[in-house]
């Protein structure tokens, strides 16, 4: 109040002045002709008495405008039917600027809207078109059992994941979601996840240690599924040699640990950062800095947290609180 009032002030200073210079004239007038003072200093009090309460009203109305105007801040899209009406030519001109800004923001949007939809639309149909080559590749495989077949089908799991990452990055940035959310049995949903790598696991003779988890979880499978096979990707890929672990933790914390490579300390806090890569990615130059990123986003949309721990050469274990946070808008 104290800002607005202050401002308030400035604006009106012109119409004080000028009533003090009038005042000035009216009283170096009346000395030159001997004329008692009273006669002037009488009318201006009068004058100033009046002219005070007339800036207490303008004052009290242009603060209700104000107040209204930093209500609509937060509801911008209604700018044109909640605009106050203009008390002066100079407002008016004012509030002709925001509606042409307005309507050139609501064109600008209407374009983006519609050229994210075209992109979405073409990424998608190009996910579900790839899937067709990428099964044939994993059925002609099937048929045999050697070294480099199990290798391939690895490789291919794994385009499969980038495709489905892409198609998560861009639905991501939609306004709509499908999120389907309810009770779900934790090892339900984390044992799709571990088979799908059950492959790189036996051929890279990494050992996994699963201890069944017995846990309820109110979340949407498909989503939180998409976590947990990218955590466990990127734990595959960054331990050349020994273990995975999945175990749940007290209060409802699913941790995966790994004995891989690790994480730099100075790269631990910005890991769930979009397209941070750190020290491990430019050095393997596999990482595009999506995944911990897109586990954070859905994580948070669903309610979830996650969290990193790591040692360089003793390995990472990364946390999903899957307790509930946040009431979900299906």
């Given amino acids: 109040m104290k800002g607005f009032f202050r401002l308030y002030l400035r604006a009106q200073r012109r119409g ?15 000395a030159l002709y001997g004329l008692p003072l009273g006669a002037v200093l009488y009318p201006a009090a009068l004058c100033a008495a ?10 009290r109305k242009s603060r209700a405008v104000c107040q209204e105007l930093s209500l609509m801040q937060h509801h911008p899209a209604d ?15 004012y509030q002709a600027l925001l509606l042409a800004l307005h309507a050139d923001r609501q064109k600008l949007k209407s374009n983006m809207n519609a050229r994210y939809h075209d992109m979405t639309e073409y990424y998608t149909v190009w996910a579900h078109q790839i ?33 489905q990452m892409a198609l998560t990055y861009l639905r991501l940035g939609s306004d709509s979601s499908d999120y389907v959310i309810r009770s779900c049995a934790l090892d339900d949903i984390v044992r799709p996840a571990v088979r799908r790598f059950a492959g790189e696991f036996i051929q890279r003779k990494i050992q996994l240690n699963y201890q069944m988890l ?39 914390v699913l941790c995966i640990r790994d ?29 595009s800095g999506l995944g911990l990123y897109l ?36």
């Fill in 79 to 93: 700018l044109p039917d909640e605009l106050p009406a203009a008390q002066s030519p100079q407002e008016q001109a």
């Fill in 50 to 59: 009046a002219g005070g309460i007339i800036l207490l009203l303008s004052l």
């Fill in 214 to 252: 017995n846990y309820t979880v109110i979340t949407d499978e498909k989503w939180l599924g998409f976590v947990v096979e990218q955590v466990l990707s990127n734990a595959l890929k960054y331990t050349p040699q020994g273990s995975v672990s999945i175990y749940m933790e007290p209060e409802g």
């Fill in 131 to 163: 899937k067709t080559p990428i099964a044939a590749i994993r059925l002609a495989l099937q048929n045999e059992d050697t070294p480099l077949s199990r290798r391939l089908t690895g490789e291919v799991g794994r385009v499969e994941q980038y495709v």
């Fill in 259 to 287: 004995t891989g490579i690790g994480i730099a300390p100075e790269d631990l806090p910005r890991v769930f950062e979009k397209g941070y890569t750190g020290y491990n990615g430019r050095s393997h130059r596999k990482a």
């Fill in 16 to 30: 004080m002045l000028f009533w003090g210079f009038c005042c000035l004239i009216f009283t170096v007038s009346f």
């Fill in 295 to 330: 586990c954070r986003e859905i994580l948070t949309r669903l309610g979830h947290s996650v969290s990193a721990e790591s040692q360089v050469d003793h390995g990472t274990t990364i946390r999903i609180d899957l307790r509930q946070h946040k009431t979900i808008q299906e």
